[in-house]
């Protein structure tokens, strides 16, 4: 079954405000959680690295005072696009890491489709 | 950093064929290489991954070979069926301890009944 789920699954919004989405970890308390975006016929791309209790790490060309993340618990991470304008529209994903311990083990979550009209 | 190309980037077989997906990396440190299935307005889902200490592995009609040397991995999918068409998506990771994976650029498997 799932082990990451996302919501909303699908989200439509105004341009200029803000939109937040949830990402919660089903089975596992997750220290660290991932943020992708990905738009139409492209691969995945990493926006941030969500750490439960301190700061996301961004990566570059990502805007930390756009795209809030916050991981206030060990189950729940998420990511409020702030101020969102038409180019914003996109399918974010979550993911977590695997529990084995084995490195680079990634489950990701259904997605959700932002808008911005 | 790490570097991955996927070919082909659309892939169209008749029903019961043979599918593969081929992937290079560029990073020799890299251990790990998961593959992904995307159905179309879903999240990627793991169906399958290989470690750099094994050369092939297999779980029924899908199996992922790893070249080393070479730094190549495949996918290979069997007798394929309409419920195979999705976008296909490589992967390496582990360079350097890293959880995060350096994704190809998708394969659009299309299966004609």
């Known amino acids: 079954g799932a082990v990451v789920s996302q919501h909303p699954s699908w989200v439509i919004c105004k341009s200029g405000t803000s939109v937040k989405i949830e990402c919660r970890s089903l089975?596992?308390?997750?220290?660290?959680m991932f943020w992708y975006r990905q738009f139409p016929k492209q691969s995945l791309m990493l926006m941030a690295t969500?750490?439960?209790?301190?700061?996301?790490?961004?990566e570059q060309g990502v805007e930390k005072d756009k795209f809030l993340i916050n991981h206030a618990s060990l189950t729940l991470s998420t990511l409020t696009v702030t101020s969102a304008h038409p180019e914003d529209s996109s399918f974010y994903i979550c993911?977590?890491?695997?529990?084995?311990?084995?490195?680079?083990?990634?489950?990701f979550g259904p997605g959700t489709r932002l808008t911005v009209t | 950093g790490e570097n991955v190309e996927q070919h082909p980037s659309t892939l169209s077989v008749q029903e019961g064929d043979s599918a593969v997906i081929k992937c290079t990396y560029s990073?020799?440190?890299?251990?790990?290489f998961p593959w992904y299935k995307q159905e179309l307005g879903k999240g990627p889902q793991l169906i399958i991954d290989?470690?750099?200490?094994?050369g092939e592995k297999k779980d029924q009609r899908i199996a992922v070979t790893l070249n080393k040397t070479a730094k190549h991995f495949s996918l290979h999918i069997t007798e394929t069926q309409p419920e195979d068409s999705a976008v296909y998506f490589c992967?390496?990771?582990?360079?350097?301890?890293?959880?995060?994976?350096?994704f190809g650029r998708g394969t659009s498997l299309i299966v004609h009944p």
């Open positions: 993911s977590r890491a695997g529990t084995g311990g084995l490195v680079g083990e990634q489950y």
């Open positions: 089975d596992f308390q997750a220290t660290t």
């Open positions: 969500s750490n439960e209790g301190s700061k996301a790490t961004y």
């Open positions: 990073d020799s440190a890299s251990n790990y």
């Open positions: 290989i470690r750099s200490n094994v």
């Open positions: 992967a390496a990771s582990g360079s350097g301890g890293s959880y995060i994976p350096t």
